[in-house]
């Protein structure tokens, strides 16, 4: 299955007993529950091999145990970029891309950056640098899409700070040859 997407896994030959409980242990994640079926999103890349369900009955009976007769593997890019954090507002943004897929053969083939500005989006794997006009935060995102259209995405806040002012006082002088004057910055 995809990474973050949906699942549903279900006890189709269950007992009848409206009473019992169901402790569940799906892609490392355990969650007890009083119904037969379970949903769940698939949050972390990986080959899960023990996947079960507890049901219990009460008192009067033994837990009783039933596994998934098969592997799960949650398969997608591995997404993330590196990139200067904090920078001046003359600096020109300048990405690195390091996703790969969680199966080498499982190729990327889409790639979308959006740079927190409406409208100022690449599709480049690796992308050209992006200049900022105003000085802020920006939250720059990185989706990648492999063959399967298996997706996943990643946020990381770019701090573009303000140039620094120079207001030198005072403003205008007169200076003759070989005089000196003292100027406050």
């Known amino acids: 299955i995809c990474i973050n997407s949906a699942t549903q896994f279900n006890i189709t030959q269950n007992y009848t007993n409206p009473n019992a409980t169901y402790s569940w242990d799906l892609l490392n994640e355990q969650l007890a529950t009083s119904t037969s079926t379970h ?5 972390t890349l990986g080959h899960y091999t023990v996947n079960y369900a507890v049901i219990d009955n009460g ?3 033994c837990p009783d145990s039933i596994h998934l007769d098969h592997p799960i593997t949650v398969r997608g ?3 993330d970029f590196d990139a200067q954090l904090s920078m001046c507002l003359n ?4 990405v690195r891309n390091l996703t790969t897929p969680y ?3 499982d190729s990327i083939v889409k790639w979308q950056w959006n740079y927190g500005r409406p409208m100022w989006n690449d ?3 690796q992308p050209a640098p992006f200049q900022y006009p105003v000085h802020r935060n920006y939250p720059v995102k990185l989706v990648a ?3 399967f259209g298996c997706k996943d995405s990643i946020i990381k806040t770019v701090m573009v700070r303000p140039m620094p ?3 030198i006082i005072p403003r205008m002088d007169t200076l003759c040859q070989g005089q000196a004057d003292s100027v406050i910055a």
């Open 39 to 43: 949903g769940m999103i698939a949050t």
């Open 165 to 167: 002012f120079l207001w």
């Open 123 to 125: 599709s480049a794997f």
């Open 91 to 94: 600096v020109p943004l300048e």
């Open 145 to 147: 899409i492999d063959k």
């Open 103 to 105: 199966l080498a053969t």
């Open 59 to 61: 008192a009067p009976y």
């Open 77 to 79: 890019p591995r997404v």
